[in-house]
């Protein structure tokens, strides 16, 4: 149990973000959950809500400052995510770049804030929600797949940085989860009836929905980081998914690209060549 320590948690109003902030708060945790749609107030969950939008700085300071009255972060949990499905092809620049901005510049923003906070206090805790799409690519998701490439790189120099001020930082790798919403998963505006993709993208996209739905418990995830971060060291990564997602990660660094490949492309476009 982290009776009496505080955790803020981005990304805490839907999804593996408040499966995580829900479980942290049962675990003792006290939990300062951020999102765009809170309005300050706390549930009869014990968690507290306050206005967060990630790729905003302003409301990252707020956010932090808020937070700072009620108490200084022993970890920071980040959460905060979406992507947008299309092409690369097609997929505008303007979508890459909010897709950018909101997983891994976001997580940037946060961290500026609570690292000198951390450094101050003489240590903590940070987690950043990656994916298996840090780890390979799939069709379809390439700002998603960028964005959080981006995230994993970035987690190793932070934590090579963070660790002679006491600073753990861990990535957690969800494979896929019944947990997310499709208001988080537009599809990009081109990807019409009209686009050459336009068969490959319905057999990925319908592919890609249906192993969320038939995804691994969020509940259970939840409960998993919030016993890791009890612990006093946590590791720098922490991939929870299923077997198949385990192998698929196997396959793509063991097997080589041209197999890598030929499987994918077998799994989530069947009807092109
Ligand atoms: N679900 C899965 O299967 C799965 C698999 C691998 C990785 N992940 C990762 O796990 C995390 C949660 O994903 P999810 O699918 O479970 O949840 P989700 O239902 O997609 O929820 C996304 C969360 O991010 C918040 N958010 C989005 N834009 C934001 C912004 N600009 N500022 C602040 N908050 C913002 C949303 O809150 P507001 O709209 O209220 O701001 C919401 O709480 C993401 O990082 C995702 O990449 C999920």
């Given at each position: 149990?982290s009776?009496g320590k505080t955790v803020w ?15 942290l708060?049962?675990?003792?945790w006290r ?40 108490a200084p972060p022993d970890a920071l ?40 906070i951390m450094?101050?206090q003489g240590g903590g805790k940070i ?102 971060l ?44």
């Amino acid at each position: 149990m982290s009776e009496g320590k505080t955790v803020w948690v981005t990304g805490g109003s839907s999804g593996l973000g408040l499966h995580t902030a829900r479980a942290l708060r049962e675990d003792g945790w006290r939990v300062i959950a951020g999102a765009r749609s809170f309005d300050g107030s706390e549930g009869e969950d014990g968690i507290l809500r306050l206005p967060l939008d990630v790729t905003d700085d302003e409301s990252v300071r707020a956010f932090c400052r808020r937070a700072m009255e009620i108490a200084p972060p022993d970890a920071l949990v980040q959460c905060a995510g979406m992507l947008v499905l299309g092409s690369c092809e097609e997929t505008e620049t303007e979508e890459f770049r909010r897709v950018m901005d909101t997983n891994y510049l976001g997580m940037v923003r946060m961290n500026r804030e609570v690292l000198p906070i951390m450094r101050k206090q003489g240590g903590g805790k940070i987690v950043m929600f990656s994916s298996i799409n840090g780890l390979l690519g799939i069709p379809f998701q390439s700002a998603y797949t960028a964005s959080k490439h981006a995230i994993e790189g970035y987690a190793e120099c932070l934590a090579l940085e963070g660790k002679p001020f006491g600073i753990q930082v861990m990535l957690v790798e969800p494979g896929d989860h019944r947990s997310g919403s499709d208001k988080y998963r537009p599809h990009a505006a081109a990807m019409t009836a009209e686009s050459p993709y336009a068969d490959a993208y319905k057999s990925a996209t319908e592919r890609i929905r249906r192993d969320e739905t038939n995804g691994s418990d969020p509940d259970v995830l939840g409960r998993k980081v919030a016993r890791i971060l009890d612990r006093k060291r946590i590791p720098f990564r922490k991939r929870i998914a299923s077997p198949d997602q385990h192998l698929a990660v196997y396959i793509h660094r063991f097997l080589g690209a041209r197999i890598n490949g030929v499987v994918l492309r077998k799994y989530y476009i069947r009807k092109n060549k």
